[in-house]
């Protein structure tokens, strides 16, 4: 092996575990703020998803999902969701897709088209992907329908040939201003922390989310159990 190939291998390693450390600080961070320093009421909920991913064609996949998550401190169910729709790969780092949501909750249902744009790049050891979506928000029996962009940082690390280190941070942002929204821009906040198990044809992810709500009357942090299975 040549000596810059070397050095190239020595820096690639160097800038992963750099970026791995700033992603790590930055939960640990935001995590830390949001509990000291806002008024929070605590929430605990545990999520379970299902996700599949099916290929139609070469370039076409078939997207389907549902996630069921329950209220703890109240022993409810807080709302479920069914998400399908299809995906285009344009190349091996970017694809695009339009996927369509129904959201059923304690007090009310949803309707959200999604067109949704992914950025990916996996290397040996590591794996980046910016996940960001455009989504409408038709509330039943709600006039004021409502604009959201949401965009997913997430890195995995390697940690060896069964298991990965999985962290992300999915800011949500309102592009319209409604009463039942609370008319805020930043409309909440979701960090995650957890393992992915990977087996032949089946993976899960088992983790902790912090999921940030700010309200005017006061904030809630909700505490979140994860468990998310993918065909």
């Excluded at 949401?150 to 009463?179: C, K």
């Amino acid at each position: 092996m040549s000596c810059f190939n070397q050095y190239n291998i020595i820096f690639k390693l160097l800038s992963e575990v750099i970026v791995m450390k700033y992603l790590f600080l930055g939960f640990f961070v935001f995590v830390s703020i949001s509990q000291t320093f806002a008024d929070s009421r605590e929430e605990q909920r545990t999520w379970l998803g299902l996700f599949m991913r099916k290929k139609i064609t070469s370039d076409y996949d078939l997207w389907a999902e549902t996630q069921l998550r329950h209220d703890e401190s109240n022993q409810t169910m807080n709302q479920t969701l069914n998400r399908f729709g299809v995906l285009k790969n344009l190349n091996e780092h970017h694809e695009i897709g339009f996927l369509f949501a129904y959201v059923q909750s304690a007090t009310a249902k949803e309707y959200r088209p999604t067109l949704q744009y992914v950025y990916k790049n996996n290397g040996e050891l590591n794996s980046f992907s910016v996940r960001n979506r455009l989504e409408g928000r038709d509330i039943e029996n709600n006039d004021a329908n409502s604009i959201r962009f949401r965009s997913q940082i997430r890195l995995a690390h390697v940690l060896n040939s069964q298991y990965d280190l999985v962290v992300w941070d999915e800011p949500f942002m309102n592009l319209t201003h409604e009463e039942w929204t609370g008319n805020r821009f930043i409309e909440r906040n979701r960090a995650f922390l957890g393992t992915r198990v990977k087996f032949e044809n089946i993976s899960f992810e088992v983790g902790y989310m912090n999921q940030f709500i700010p309200r005017e009357a006061r904030n809630v942090s909700e505490h979140i159990l994860t468990t998310y299975f993918f065909f």
